[in-house]
C-alpha cells in the first residue's frame, strides 16, 4: 500500500496567550486522509505542546511520499512508591462544599465520657456520628449520580478507581474558564485517570471558591471518552460549567462508565506522568457520590 502524508500549515493559539504557526509542515498519516481535528490533536502530541486554546489547519493537502518514521511502544511497570501526595479536602463539622447543599453535622454518638458506663474502669471510647451529603469535601461521581440505572458506588470495579496509571493536565493560569479538548491532546489518556489541575484549590473555604470556576467544555468530555479516559478529576467546583441548568460533561463521561472525582487539591504537586492515583469510596448500594481520601504515588519504575 502506498504510504500517504499530509502536507500543512497552522496556527496554534496558547490559552495563557501568544501562539506558534507552521508553513508546509509534513507529517505521516495512517489511511488516506486524515481530518482538521484529529490532525490538530497529531500536531500537539506530536510537539508536546501545553495549553493549547485551539488550532486552525490551512492549506492542507495529502500526498503519496514515504513515512519517516515508526511508532514505538512502551510498556511500564510499575514499582515501589517514591512519594505519596493527599490530594484531598479536610471534612469538618459546618463546612460548605457547594452552595445550596447541607454542610456536614460531625458529632459524638457516644461520648467518651458517657462510653465510661459501658467499660471497665480507664477504658473509653467514642463512637462518631456523622450526617452529610454524598456531595463533600473531595468526592467520587459514579454513573448512578446521573443515571437512575448507572453502576453505584458499590458497582464501581477497584481497577477504575485504585492505582490507576494517571497523567497530570496542566491549565492554571489559562486565560479563559473553559478547558477544551486541545489542552488533553498532547497526553496519553488511554486506561488513565486524568487529573485537571487548574490552580482553583486555592480558593478552596473562601467565597471566590464559588464563583466563575474553571470547567471543561463539551467536547473536552467527548474527546476524553473516545481516547479511552478511565477516569477524570478536578481541582475546582465542578467538572461541568453550572451557568446554566445542562451538565454535558457528567452527562458524557458518566454515560460512558467513566468516575469523575471533584474538588480535589494539590495537584501541582504531582509530576504530570509516571503516577497512579486512587480515590476508592465506600461500597455503598444505590448511592452516587460519596467522599474519597484521593491521592497519588510515583512510581520508581514509571
Given at each position: 500500500m502506498?504510504?500517504?502524508?499530509?502536507?500543512?500549515?497552522f496556527?496554534v493559539?496558547?490559552?495563557?496567550?501568544?501562539?506558534?504557526?507552521g508553513?508546509d509542515f509534513?507529517?505521516?498519516?495512517d489511511?488516506?486522509?486524515?481530518?482538521d481535528?484529529?490532525?490538530?490533536?497529531?500536531?500537539?502530541?506530536?510537539?508536546?505542546?501545553?495549553?493549547?486554546?485551539?488550532?486552525?489547519?490551512?492549506?492542507?493537502t495529502?500526498?503519496?511520499?514515504?513515512?519517516?518514521?515508526?511508532t514505538?511502544?512502551?510498556?511500564?511497570?510499575?514499582?515501589?512508591?517514591?512519594?505519596?501526595?493527599?490530594?484531598?479536602h479536610?471534612i469538618?463539622?459546618g463546612?460548605?462544599?457547594?452552595?445550596?447543599l447541607?454542610?456536614?453535622?460531625?458529632?459524638?454518638?457516644?461520648?467518651?465520657?458517657?462510653s465510661?458506663a459501658?467499660?471497665?474502669?480507664?477504658?473509653?471510647?467514642?463512637?462518631?456520628?456523622?450526617?452529610?451529603?454524598?456531595?463533600?469535601?473531595?468526592y467520587?461521581?459514579s454513573?448512578?449520580?446521573?443515571y437512575?440505572?448507572?453502576?453505584d458506588?458499590?458497582?464501581l470495579?477497584?481497577?477504575?478507581?485504585?492505582?490507576v496509571?494517571?497523567?497530570?493536565?496542566?491549565?492554571?493560569?489559562?486565560?479563559?474558564?473553559?478547558?477544551e479538548?486541545?489542552?488533553?491532546?498532547?497526553?496519553?489518556?488511554?486506561?488513565?485517570?486524568?487529573?485537571?489541575?487548574?490552580?482553583?484549590?486555592?480558593?478552596?473555604r473562601t467565597?471566590?471558591?464559588?464563583?466563575?470556576h474553571?470547567f471543561?467544555?463539551?467536547?473536552?468530555?467527548?474527546?476524553?471518552?473516545?481516547?479511552?479516559?478511565?477516569?477524570?478529576?478536578?481541582?475546582?467546583?465542578?467538572?461541568?460549567?453550572?451557568?446554566?441548568g445542562?451538565?454535558?460533561v457528567?452527562?458524557?463521561?458518566?454515560?460512558?462508565?467513566?468516575?469523575?472525582?471533584?474538588?480535589?487539591?494539590?495537584?501541582?504537586q504531582?509530576?504530570?506522568?509516571?503516577?497512579?492515583?486512587?480515590?476508592?469510596?465506600?461500597k455503598?448500594s444505590?448511592?452516587g457520590?460519596f467522599?474519597?481520601?484521593a491521592?497519588?504515588?510515583?512510581?520508581?519504575?514509571?
Amino acid at each position: 500500500m502506498t504510504e500517504k502524508r499530509v502536507r500543512f500549515d497552522f496556527d496554534v493559539a496558547f490559552s495563557n496567550g501568544g501562539g506558534i504557526q507552521g508553513q508546509d509542515f509534513r507529517l505521516d498519516i495512517d489511511g488516506d486522509d486524515i481530518d482538521d481535528d484529529a490532525l490538530a490533536a497529531y500536531i500537539i502530541r506530536d510537539l508536546r505542546l501545553l495549553m493549547v486554546g485551539g488550532v486552525k489547519i490551512l492549506n492542507k493537502t495529502i500526498i503519496a511520499e514515504q513515512h519517516k518514521r515508526t511508532t514505538a511502544v512502551k510498556d511500564t511497570v510499575p514499582g515501589e512508591a517514591t512519594a505519596i501526595f493527599d490530594l484531598s479536602h479536610v471534612i469538618e463539622s459546618g463546612m460548605i462544599t457547594y452552595k445550596g447543599l447541607p454542610a456536614p453535622l460531625v458529632c459524638d454518638y457516644l461520648s467518651r465520657e458517657n462510653s465510661r458506663a459501658h467499660y471497665a474502669e480507664g477504658t473509653t471510647f467514642v463512637i462518631d456520628r456523622i450526617e452529610m451529603v454524598g456531595n463533600t469535601g473531595t468526592y467520587i461521581d459514579s454513573p448512578f449520580h446521573r443515571y437512575a440505572d448507572g453502576c453505584d458506588l458499590a458497582g464501581l470495579s477497584l481497577e477504575q478507581i485504585s492505582g490507576v496509571p494517571a497523567v497530570v493536565v496542566r491549565v492554571a493560569g489559562a486565560s479563559g474558564r473553559a478547558v477544551e479538548w486541545t489542552e488533553f491532546a498532547a497526553s496519553d489518556i488511554k486506561g488513565k485517570a486524568v487529573l485537571v489541575h487548574t490552580g482553583w484549590d486555592r480558593h478552596w473555604r473562601t467565597d471566590a471558591y464559588f464563583e466563575g470556576h474553571p470547567f471543561l467544555t463539551e467536547k473536552a468530555a467527548s474527546y476524553l471518552r473516545d481516547q479511552g479516559a478511565r477516569l477524570v478529576g478536578i481541582d475546582s467546583l465542578n467538572i461541568d460549567d453550572t451557568s446554566g441548568g445542562t451538565r454535558p460533561v457528567h452527562t458524557i463521561l458518566l454515560g460512558a462508565g467513566i468516575p469523575i472525582v471533584e474538588h480535589l487539591t494539590g495537584l501541582g504537586q504531582l509530576p504530570v506522568e509516571g503516577i497512579r492515583f486512587s480515590a476508592v469510596p465506600p461500597k455503598v448500594s444505590r448511592m452516587g457520590t460519596f467522599p474519597v481520601r484521593a491521592h497519588a504515588w510515583v512510581d520508581t519504575t514509571a
